[in-house]
Nanobody
Framework: RVTLVESGGGSVQAGGSLRLSCTTS????????ITWFRQAPGKEREGVAT????????RYADSVEGRFTISHGDAQNLVYLQMDSLKPEDTGMYYC???????????????????WGQGTQVTVSS
């Protein structure tokens, strides 16, 4: 059984940084993606960044390109989301997800992901 647990959220001022962690357990296939999503109150869930379970091929939403970095930790079951130059519009609940092979234009589409963590809250004040 695959599980995902997010951590590292918190409250920061605009311009600050946070690093989120996604810790997985269970059997994940190397060609699955680990993807970070976020959701603000009243808004649709938005894909932020994605990486292979094994490997790289990182992709980012335009809204975070150049400010966020997704990477693997030293442990194989750990994926980070480094968030720099944070803006108030980055506020939301952040989730990591996985669960199947996702390609091309669907990489950041939440409907293509089957397994989700419980989320960690990020609040950026102006």
């Amino acid at each position: 059984r695959v599980t995902l647990v997010e951590s590292g959220g918190g409250s920061v001022q605009a311009g600050g940084s946070l690093r989120l962690s996604c810790t997985t357990s269970g059997d994940l296939y190397a060609n699955w993606r680990i993807t970070w999503f976020r959701q603000a109150p009243g808004k649709e869930r938005e894909g932020v960044a994605t990486i292979y379970v094994r490997g790289d091929a990182a992709r980012y939403a335009d809204s975070v390109e150049g400010r966020f970095t997704i990477s693997h930790g030293d442990a194989q079951n750990l994926v980070y989301l480094q968030m720099d130059s944070l803006k108030p519009e980055d506020t939301g609940m952040y989730y990591c997800a996985t669960g199947k092979v996702v390609t091309g234009p669907n990489l950041l589409n939440h409907t293509y992901y089957a397994l989700w963590g419980q989320g960690t809250q990020v609040t950026v004040s102006s």
